[in-house]
């Protein structure tokens, strides 16, 4: 069985709940950025034993937050030793509206992942784009990179739609089995 780690940053919840999902989908270790930026005791060590690492970030002004973009940049260490070589890499955002610039946060998640000479994994599902679809089926945004959560802003995390979350499980689950069927 293979190691994943999902990192990730919340500001309100909603990423959190998003994060459990996909955590739950690849029966990952979850490490939670802090409100400063920075990470519990031990976790770049976690990281850096980890098989696969799935980025959590909510999108906020068209881009990840900046506590995960300061765990972004404190990651170079990781890059110089080429720590993350080869693993596998998955990511996810949320943001308020449907679209919210996601694609922008999710290129950003892509690229840490590529720079750090790792493999990406994409949601890898068919959208929900039919007349009859609605937001309880999965992938009801549509996203191919990886996965887009709609949070609404005037709602708890336990009112991100159904779709979404089955769509984080699922996620999870794709992750992790690639890791293990390339680690085999």
Known sequence: MSKIVVVFH??????????????????????????????????????????????????????????????????????????????????????????????????ALQTLGSQHGGLWVSLGLMPSNATASTRNDVNSLGGSVGLMVQCPSDAGADQIPQGDLDTATRYGERVAAIAARLRA
């Open 10 to 107: 919340s500001g309100y919840g909603h990423t959190r709940r998003v994060a459990e999902q996909v955590a739950a989908g690849a029966q990952a270790e979850l490490l939670a950025i802090d409100a400063e930026g920075n990470l519990p005791e031990g976790a770049w060590d976690t990281l850096a034993a980890a098989d696969g690492i799935i980025f959590g970030t909510p999108t906020y002004m068209g881009g990840p937050s900046w506590q995960f973009k300061k765990f972004a940049d404190a990651s170079s260490k990781a890059w110089f030793t080429r720590a993350w070589q080869d693993k596998v890499f998955g990511g996810f955002t949320c943001s308020a509206s449907l679209i919210g610039d996601k694609g922008a946060t999710m290129m």
